[in-house]
């Protein structure tokens, strides 16, 4: 699959989110190395820190279907005139499982960048940094 067509899975969640508060849908998608392709759109609730974003949906479906390695590239679509990065705690869930993993920042017009995870999250912490 090319950055373009994950980038493609990641618009097309939007149509999924549940966003009545900030009323901006971001879908998010994570490609796997033996293929696989898990999605995920932004989950708002009344009780703000209940919210889940688009990455972290994609993470726990990722993990709770056993794809626990082998990620290559996320990519994250919004609406707005920004790329679209992934929060602190979105950086951090996808360090957790997937330190060397490219990131795409999709902006609502379609261009994108990609950037390592390393790079939004220098000096990361996970697994395999405490044992």
Request: aromatic share 10%; proline share 5%.
């Given at each position: 699959?090319?950055?373009?067509?994950?980038?493609?899975?990641?618009f097309e969640?939007?149509?999924?989110?549940?966003?009545?508060?900030?009323?901006?849908?971001?879908?998010?998608?994570?490609?796997?190395?033996?293929?696989?392709?898990?999605?995920?759109?932004?989950?708002?609730?009344?009780?703000?820190?209940?919210?889940?974003?688009?990455?972290?949906?994609?993470?726990?479906?990722?993990?709770s279907e056993?794809?626990?390695?082998?990620?290559?590239a996320i990519?994250?679509?919004?609406?707005?005139?920004?790329?679209?990065?992934?929060?602190?705690?979105?950086?951090?869930?996808?360090?957790?499982?997937?330190?060397?993993?490219?990131?795409?920042?999709?902006?609502?017009?379609?261009?994108?960048?990609?950037?390592?995870?390393?790079?939004?999250?220098?000096?990361?912490?996970?697994?395999?940094?405490?044992?």
């Amino acid at each position: 699959m090319t950055d373009r067509e994950l980038v493609k899975k990641a618009f097309e969640m939007h149509q999924f989110a549940y966003v009545p508060y900030s009323c901006f849908p971001v879908g998010a998608a994570i490609l796997a190395k033996d293929g696989r392709v898990f999605t995920g759109c932004n989950v708002e609730n009344a009780a703000y820190g209940s919210t889940i974003c688009a990455e972290r949906t994609a993470v726990l479906k990722a993990v709770s279907e056993g794809c626990r390695e082998g990620w290559e590239a996320i990519a994250i679509a919004g609406r707005g005139e920004d790329y679209c990065w992934p929060c602190g705690a979105c950086r951090q869930m996808l360090y957790e499982f997937a330190p060397g993993i490219r990131v795409l920042a999709a902006r609502g017009d379609g261009e994108c960048k990609m950037v390592p995870l390393a790079e939004l999250l220098p000096h990361g912490f996970g697994p395999r940094s405490l044992r």
